[in-house]
């Protein structure tokens, strides 16, 4: 079984710092790319950051542009999520995707985490 597992969140004052981590474990042939989104309160999700996993461009949303890194260790199937000059606006429930390739002859999917929670306080 293949899982999907954020780590990092927290309280933060603005200005402050967080790095988030998530980790796709189990059995799978390999990753097409990761992925973070988020959602606050009564707003619809958005996607954050993605990264291919074998090359190529990275997104970023314009409201974080400059402000956050996504990143990844290959080796680990982990990709991280550094975020600085954090805003009362970055609080958010944020969610790790995985974008699977499984073994045999399934079909890749995108595979959700539970999301952490990130508070930036003003």
């Known amino acids: 079984q293949v899982q999907v597992v954020e780590s990092g969140g927290g309280l933060v004052e603005a200005g402050d710092s967080l790095r988030l981590s998530c980790v796709t474990s189990?059995?799978?042939?390999?990753?097409?790319?990761m992925a973070w989104f988020r959602q606050a309160p009564g707003k619809e999700r958005e996607l954050v950051a993605r990264?291919?996993?074998?090359?190529?461009?990275?997104y970023y949303v314009d409201s974080v542009k400059g402000r956050f890194t996504i990143s990844k260790d290959s080796a680990k199937n982990t990709v991280y999520l550094q975020m600085n000059s954090l805003k009362p606006d970055d609080t958010a429930v944020y969610y790790c995707?995985?974008?699977?390739?499984?073994?045999?002859?399934?079909?890749?999917?995108?595979?959700w985490g539970q999301g952490t929670q990130v508070t930036v306080s003003s």
């Open positions: 189990g059995r799978f042939f390999s990753l097409y790319h």
């Open positions: 995707v995985a974008g699977v390739v499984p073994t045999g002859r399934g079909r890749q999917y995108d595979l």
């Open positions: 990264i291919p996993w074998n090359g190529g461009t990275l």
